[in-house]
């Protein structure tokens, strides 16, 4: 309180006590009704930008599926512990669902299958850390079988080891090997799926129920509640029967493929022998290691 104003307020006081209490009590009413109107103002504005916040990462999760909690960082401009703060919320109200690293949408089922051709341009880095990792583990004379799937393909198109027996019903897989002189190769026949350019059916399964093989490396499109799924019934049933003909079963699979669902679950991931995935920032393969073994890097042989 400056002099002046002590000076004033002591002479009101000393000889007009009464009006003096009056008018100290209306001066500092009407501060507190400012310093409450101020905070009223900022609490509101607050509300306003939380709620923008939350329609902006709702839209964001709702378009992409399942987003990363560094996007949304971005896309917002806002920190860490603010975004964490918000998916807590925001899956409490359940607008969304808070996953390891990230979050999903309620709405994250698949309805459109990506073609052969969008497929292969999309997580390049990723499916070569993740063929990186699956080559460690074919071992010269294995007989080996390979799905469908443009992870599968970059694993075929880099395969050295010698005197392989492979079997697929990938026609890009086929190609990729066609020249490669130390493999024994055979494509099984079918109905061919023109998305996936894959051989299914009867033909298909029923030359493939009398095979049996050391290692098979199959991909899918999602990967949720222990399900590994696909987009279609016939595709997953020859994978179905490929996987329990063999001795070790790898699922190759980004870490995008997780807490997605597709329409049809072939294999349970706790029937797997591992699965191959990229490392990301968020650590999100860490959520499978309770349910299946999980291989980022590649394994040194002896």
Excluded: W
């Excluded at 001066?27 to 329609?55: H, M, N, P, W, Y």
């Excluded at 996007?71 to 860490?80: A, F, G, K, P, Q």
């Amino acid at each position: 309180m400056s002099l002046s104003l002590f000076l004033s307020l002591h002479a009101i006081f000393s000889f007009h006590k009464p009006v003096a209490f009056v008018y100290l009590t209306f001066s500092l009413q009407l501060r507190k009704t400012a310093g409450t109107r101020k905070k009223f103002i900022r609490l509101e504005s607050d509300r306003v930008l939380k709620e923008e916040r939350f329609e902006k990462i709702l839209t964001l999760v709702n378009q992409k599926g399942t987003v990363k909690v560094n996007e949304i960082m971005d896309h917002l401009d806002v920190s860490d512990m603010t975004v964490r703060r918000d998916l807590t919320e925001l899956d409490r109200q359940k607008k969304l669902r808070k996953i390891h690293g990230g979050a999903q949408s309620l709405h994250s089922y698949k309805y459109l299958e990506l073609s052969h051709t969008e497929k292969k341009i999309l997580n390049i880095d990723e499916k070569q850390a993740i063929v990186k990792t699956a080559l460690s583990l074919i071992n010269d004379e294995d007989t080996i079988f390979l799905g469908p799937g443009t992870t599968i393909e970059l694993l075929a198109e880099q395969i050295d080891q010698r005197n392989l027996k492979v079997v697929t019903n990938s026609l890009p897989v086929f190609n990729h090997l066609i020249h490669h002189e130390d493999i024994k190769l055979y494509l099984l026949g079918g109905a061919m799926r023109q998305r996936t350019n894959a051989f299914y059916g009867e033909l298909a399964n029923v030359n493939l129920a009398q095979m049996f093989f050391h290692k098979a490396f199959i991909s899918c499109n999602a990967i949720e509640d222990g399900n590994v799924m696909t987009a279609s019934f016939e595709e997953g049933q020859t994978q179905t029967i490929a996987f329990n003909n063999s001795q070790e079963r790898f699922l190759l699979a980004d870490t995008s493929k997780l807490n997605q669902r597709d329409f049809y679950a072939f294999y349970q991931l706790d029937q797997l022998s591992a699965v191959v995935m990229n490392q990301d920032p968020e650590q999100s393969y860490l959520e499978l290691a309770e349910q299946v073994k999980v291989i980022t890097e590649p394994i040194t042989k002896k």
